[in-house]
């Protein structure tokens, strides 16, 4: 599955779930006894929502998991695939470990940081992509690999790299 | 399984309950084992591994037996890896080894492990000095640090204006965030981040947003979070530190107060001590601000020619005494009035009511400083049991059920609220909250019951509670008297059904039954009442309705009582006990019993009124109407606090002479004949008497500010000027005249109150009466309920005098509900005009659900808010019109 | 007995020829020696700063307690010090210190040296309360480091 999330200004005046979420997040909160075990779900659902985590979403999540505020702020720096920050349409996320690493992943890094013109942890001025280096993805047979988004992207060099992002809009 | 075990720490074997955990039979044991982590308070954790020890059981045979080598002694078997002491609970035949080379070892690894990014700036560091992981680091760990790569960093930041926060010094021993989640209910802080990342931080780094008690500073075993009031002031060496009992509310907390100079620097609590150990809430920490203040009065001063002018001590004591005289002289002993006292220590309080009984002879004694009715003291004492031994506040922390009735405990009792939040998370204890509004404690999270009653229906909802809980049957231990008196109690709440409850209160039937079969069923119980059913109009009512309920879901019994009255001041309770009230004497012995006044009477040398004085309400007109003529008031800034401001303008007007005893030349002083400056809180030794009815010595901090004395001393040498001769040296020989006098006090000693005095409780309990409450006339006008109640940062005038606690009470709002507010035309932060019978207050709205619709809540601690120039309350309360006010202006936060 | 008196006499004419060692203070000053301990200076980082934090561990460590010193937070726009912290007040009662050097050993800043002045002399008795700006270095000092 591939999921684009927008990177637009959120509204930082977020008070609800959007009517169309509201089934995703009965269902989550359906799956456990008590409401605070579906944070996690939740969390997901609103960063497929609003793509990612801001204080007023986290402050949403904290209500409707009956959560305190700085728990739910303290499990969402806990886990590194939550974006606190907004993120690009195109989440380009590199494996930087042993296997990726000794098949060139940072020179592939470097290569896109040149590329890209932007950092680990940044996104371009578009909003087209972000990128960041990121621990083992569990492709090592096929490294280097990068996720985009959801998708994995395995044995990349330069060039397919360059190829890749042509077809990312 | 047997209830204690045997165990040997290097060597020392003791004998502990089962299921006490390592740490705590070490100590016992009196063997040192290192904690950060572990926290008396908090159920164990095991984050900072510094407690390491070697832990063997005893190895058993095939036929369960230990079994024995050749020698004939157990043999052990140890575990392979070393244990954590603060997780391990003892077993029978536990060996434990703190000092072997295994434990060492393992030790110096922690402490390495712990070094590798802290920081070496104990030079600049607050908590150097009194750091554990500086002293741990001194006893066990390796002179060298092998780590040659860059620690890791953060910024520091302050979270709100209490908190600074070093994160580069946190071992991340989680004791903050569960102190602040367990015991303050309040779950401001959280871990960010995590491994060697994680960092204590709050919601998006946001100020916190909590009670900002500070006892996540004090619970820091290190200096990541240190306390910005106290920031650079001093190093602990420098600070000479005195355990004192906190000058705020009823509970009577110790602290230690840390003195530099003749400057107080910092207060707080001290593990192991008190009642209330390492916490403390904003007040007791932050609060001591006035007693530096150089507004301070230095010497007495006397009305001359219109203006008050300084003058020597004893010629204020013989202008006070010869006008006291004068007037007594003139319009009898009756003319003569006392007011205030609550905030005075045991000793003072006994000689205030003294000097007026026995050497003026009135009974006109009060020692209320905020009143709107009279307070029917002996119906205190028996809602409370009747003497009868008294739960403590540790007790309330055990109790499965907790009934609250009436009284906001984050203002006006904050430990209590602490204990309560503590049961609630760690003992299972739970909570029925009867409040009009939904305070702190009714909050969903702490999983209670609300009773949210309708402004007014108090009564209503006693004798709901009454009859619920007799239908439950009759508890056990009730003594022969109220046995006998259940049957007409019966009868006599036998209308309040829980449906016509309902109807008059507005809580769900179904609520009532249900916290009244709570409270029946519980085996250990506790009921908390204060000043909203205490300062209500038809106090003695609801007082017998509290007692009735007690009796009823066997909450008392003939052996004890667990009815706790929390009153309004840190000494509320002495005062009560001390006859500061009109129709007392000391111990509670009627005036008018003839009987029970002799042994005054021969001790004092003096013949007695037996007519019961006037109440402080009743002092307020009898002197605005010319009545009473001469007034003395005793810490108090009595001019904001009476009921009716222009009624008590007027009577300070009219009297020939006005005394007042003060820090500060308050409203209330600048209108008085004579000013007597006296010591504070912390420049005086004396007895305090906290809500449990405990007795607790407060010690002296610091010498007496220049020209200041204690209270005693001031009531002494008017006594004397008005040719009495009383020898007190000292405040401990008045407590000796006390412990030879007073029922409860009696035998008792300076000696046997330090560092935690007991509960006092009487031999012979007052009997009970029984019966349902009473409605009070509900109060006249239209308008919305004026709801009003403590707030956590401000008590008394006092309080206002520092910078930090108005700050962080910020501007006084009126609270409504969003829906009242709506129907009002008024916004969040829009100005409202608030109109009473008698005057206007003007306060920004703020829009709050917890407040009920149909009332307006505001709080009446803050400086600017002056509730009685609204006019005095008629019948059960006030009412009054709120609509925004006239300009369209917002006034800022 | 005259020889007696001759040798006595002798030891006099002999010392009456020796240079002297006194020495005519004070148109005249000795050169102290490399570990004689006067009167403390405080010193400064080479950027100018003050060294000393306000950690009192000299005057925890003084066994006259003859040191008071009180902190406060530096502004971060104009630092006196390094770090958040420096010495508001410094001050050292010479006539309670015995120059015993403990609170330069104690120093972990290496703010505080007992340097060679030892002209300690005052007509009041208050004077010898020596403050913070008697005991700073100047700023042309910055970096000095007295050798040890």
Not at chain 1, 40 to 61: D, T
Not at chain 1, 119 to 137: I, Q, Y
Not at chain 2, 116 to 141: K, M, T
């Amino acid at each position: 599955m591939s999921h684009a999330p927008a990177v637009t200004a959120i509204d930082p005046e977020v008070r609800d779930w959007p009517a169309s979420r509201r089934v995703e997040v009965d269902e989550a909160l359906s799956h456990y006894p008590n409401r605070r075990s579906a944070v996690l779900p939740l969390m997901w659902i609103a960063q497929r929502e609003w793509g990612w985590l801001s204080p007023p979403v986290l402050r949403l999540v904290a209500r409707t998991a009956e959560l305190p505020e700085p728990e739910v702020f303290g499990i969402a720096t806990f886990y590194t695939m939550f974006n606190l920050r907004p993120v690009g349409r195109h989440h380009l996320q590199v494996c930087m470990t042993i296997s990726c690493s000794l098949m060139g992943a940072d020179r592939l890094f470097r290569h896109l940081e040149r590329k890209l013109g932007i950092g680990h942890g940044e996104t371009t001025p578009d909003g087209r992509f972000t990128l960041r280096r990121v621990e083992c993805l569990a492709a090592c047979g096929r490294g280097p690999c990068m996720q985009v988004n959801f998708d994995y992207h395995e044995n990349l060099d330069e060039a397919r790299v360059d190829a890749l992002l042509e077809t990312l809009t | 399984m047997s209830a204690t075990c045997k165990v040997t720490i290097d060597g020392h074997t003791i004998e502990v309950p089962a299921g006490t955990l390592l740490t705590d039979a070490a100590r016992a044991a009196d063997v040192h084992v290192p904690i950060f982590c572990s926290h008396q308070k908090l159920p164990p954790l095991g984050a900072c591994r510094i407690c390491v020890v070697e832990v063997g059981l005893p190895r058993r045979g095939p036929d369960g037996k230990p079994a024995l080598d050749s020698a004939g002694t157990p043999v052990v078997t140890w575990m392979p890896k070393p244990q954590t002491a603060c997780t391990t609970y003892v077993a029978d035949g536990m060996q434990v080894r703190t000092t072997s080379p295994e434990a060492v070892t393992a030790r110096k690894g922690v402490m390495e492990f712990l070094l590798v990014n802290h920081p070496l700036d104990c030079p600049v560091c607050d908590e150097g000095g009194e750091c554990q992981l500086q002293d741990l680091a001194f006893a066990f760990g390796a002179d060298f640090s092998r780590m040659d790569e860059a620690k890791r960093t953060f910024v520091s930041e302050d979270l709100g204006p209490v908190v600074k926060k070093e994160a580069n010094r946190c071992i991340v021993c989680m004791r903050c965030v569960r102190y602040c989640d367990e015991i303050m209910g309040d779950d401001a802080l959280t871990a960010h981040q995590r491994g060697v990342r994680t960092e204590i931080s709050s919601f998006d780094r946001q100020p916190l947003d909590c009670e900002q008690c500070g006892n996540c500073i004090e619970v820091c075993p290190v200096g990541a979070l240190t306390a910005l009031p106290y920031r650079f002031k001093a190093r602990p060496w420098d600070l000479r530190q005195h355990i004192t009992v906190c000058p705020y509310c009823a509970n009577g907390c110790s602290v230690r107060l840390g003195v530099r100079g003749m400057e107080i620097l910092r207060a707080r609590g001290t593990e192991h001590r008190g009642v209330n150990q390492e916490y403390l809430c904003v007040r007791g920490r932050f609060g001591y601000e006035f007693v530096n203040d150089a507004e301070r009065l230095s010497s007495p001063l006397v009305r001359s020619g219109g203006s008050l002018t300084p003058t020597g001590f004893d010629a204020a004591v013989d202008f006070a005494a010869a006008r006291l005289r004068e007037v007594a002289a003139a319009h009898g002993p009756g003319a003569v009035a006392f007011l205030g006292g609550e905030k005075l220590n045991l000793e003072e309080a006994y000689l205030y009511q003294k000097l007026a009984r026995a050497v003026l002879g009135t009974n006109h004694v009060d020692a209320r400083t905020r009143f709107t009715a009279r307070l029917p003291g002996e119906a205190v004492l028996r809602a409370t049991g009747g003497g009868r031994p008294l739960l403590s506040l540790e007790d309330l922390g055990h109790a499965e059920e907790v009934l609250v009735l009436g009284d906001d405990l984050q203002g006006e009792s904050p430990f209590a609220q602490a204990v309560l939040v503590r049961g609630q998370h760690q003992a299972g204890l739970h909570l029925t909250i009867a409040h009009p509004r939904r305070v702190k404690l009714a909050r969903p999270k702490f999983r209670g019951e609300w009773l949210a009653y309708r402004p007014g229906s108090e009564a209503a909802l006693l004798n709901g509670l009454v009859r619920a809980a007799l239908e439950r049957g009759t508890p056990d231990g009730l003594p022969s008297d109220v046995a006998a008196g259940l049957p007409a109690l019966r009868q006599a709440v036998a209308e309040w059904t829980p449906a016509r409850t309902e109807q008059a209160t507005g809580v769900p039937a179904r609520a009532i039954e249900a916290a009244a079969a709570r409270l029946a069923q519980a085996r250990r119980r506790a009921i908390l009442f204060g000043r909203a059913f205490t300062e209500h109009p038809a106090a003695a009512d609801l007082l017998r309705g509290i007692e009735s309920l007690g009796w009823a879901s066997g909450a008392l019994s003939a052996a004890r009582s667990e009815v706790m009255y929390i009153g309004p001041q840190h000494d509320s309770q002495g005062a009560l006990d001390m006859g500061l009230v009109p129709d007392l004497l000391p111990g509670y012995v009627p005036v008018g019993d003839a009987a029970g006044r002799k042994p005054f009477e021969q001790q004092w040398a003096a013949t007695l009124p037996a007519e019961p004085g006037l109440s402080a309400p009743e002092i307020l007109r009898a002197a605005a109407e010319g009545r009473i003529r001469a007034l003395w008031i005793v810490g108090d800034e009595w001019l904001r606090s009476a009921p009716d401001r222009a009624l008590a303008e007027q009577a300070l007007a009219a009297c020939d002479l006005v005394v007042v005893s003060e820090l500060f030349l308050t409203e209330t002083a600048r209108r008085a004949h004579v000013v007597f400056p006296v010591c504070s809180f912390a420049e005086k030794e004396g007895v305090v008497v906290n809500c449990e009815r405990r007795l607790q010595r407060a010690a002296r901090a610091i010498a007496p500010k220049r020209g200041t004395r204690p209270d005693w001393e001031v009531f002494q040498a008017v006594a004397r000027a008005l040719g009495v001769r009383w020898s007190f040296r000292t405040a401990e020989d008045v407590f000796r005249e006390i412990a030879r006098l007073v029922p409860g006090y009696r035998g008792r000693s300076w000696a046997t109150l330090v560092p935690l005095g007991p509960q006092w409780a009487l031999e012979a309990p007052a009997a009970a009466t029984l019966g349902a409450a009473r409605e009070g006339a509900p109060p006249a006008g239209e308008g919305l309920w004026l709801l009003s109640g403590g707030t956590l940062f401000l008590q008394g005038s006092l309080s206002h005098r520092g910078r930090l606690l108005p700050k962080l009470a910020k501007a006084a709002r009126a609270r409504l509900h969003p829906a009242e507010a709506r129907r009002l035309g008024v916004a969040e932060g829009d100005a409202v005009e608030l109109a009473g019978p008698a005057g206007t207050l003007r306060l920004p709205a703020a829009l709050d659900v917890e407040v009920p619709e149909g009332s307006v809540f505001v709080p009446y601690a803050h400086a600017e808010v002056e509730l009685n120039r609204l006019g005095a309350p008629a019948g059960a309360g006030l009412k009054v019109v709120v609509r925004p006010a006239r300009v369209a202006e917002r006034v800022g936060a | 007995m005259l020889k007696e008196m001759g040798q006595g006499l002798g030891v006099t004419l002999q010392n009456l020829f020796r240079k002297p060692f006194t020495v005519l203070y004070p148109d005249e000053k000795l050169q102290m020696l490399p570990r004689f301990r006067g009167l403390h200076i405080l010193t400064r980082h080479e950027d100018g700063l003050e060294r000393c934090v306000g950690c009192e561990l000299c005057a925890v460590a003084c066994p006259a307690d003859a040191i008071f010193v009180a902190a406060a937070e530096n502004d971060p726009q104009g630092p006196r010090s390094h770090g958040e912290r420096y010495a508001e007040r410094y001050e050292i009662n010479m006539l309670r210190c015995i120059f015993c050097g403990m609170c330069e050993e104690a120093c972990p800043e290496d703010a505080i040296y007992l340097e060679k002045n030892y002209e300690l002399s005052d007509y009041q008795r208050d004077a010898f309360i020596y403050t913070k700006d008697e005991l700073l270095v100047p700023s042309e000092k910055a970096g000095y480091l007295p050798q040890r």
